[in-house]
């Protein structure tokens, strides 16, 4: 089965756009490296819990939405590559992941992020 990068980030939502041009920036090199699909979705209807929820998972102000993404990878290999060169920084270089030349329009503090192996996949074929 197939290994998942889930994401969970507050963005301010006058950066929409911005984050959508990032995302669109950034998530080709993902594509071109191996990931099977990348999905960015933005908040809409995220409601606030008495304990927890999504909003005070990522400190979620007023002026921000939140925004769920995962990068799907066809095995843990593939991703563990890719991410090693992520962390050791050798992607840096690709201008679409340079946070000089495609800065972040979020709080990368407040992002939350963990790998997940999958263990149930449903497909409508």
């Known amino acids: 089965m197939s290994y998942i990068d889930g994401f969970l980030l507050a963005v301010p939502k006058a950066n929409k756009a911005a984050f959508i041009a990032h995302a669109q920036l950034g998530d ?10 990348v999905v960015e979705c933005w908040g809409e209807d995220i409601p606030h819990g008495k304990q927890t929820d999504f909003h005070r998972a990522v400190q979620a102000k007023e002026d921000e939405a939140v925004v769920f993404s995962w990068i799907e990878w066809p095995d843990k290999a593939t991703r563990d590559a890719v991410m ?42």
């Open 84 to 125: 090693g060169r992520m962390m050791n920084g050798d992607l840096m270089e690709d201008p679409r992941l340079n946070p000089k030349t495609n800065p972040m329009p979020f709080d990368g503090m407040r992002m939350i992020f963990g790998g997940f192996e999958s263990v149930v996949a449903l497909n409508r074929e």
């Open 28 to 37: 080709s090199v993902f594509i071109e490296l191996g990931a099977l699909r």
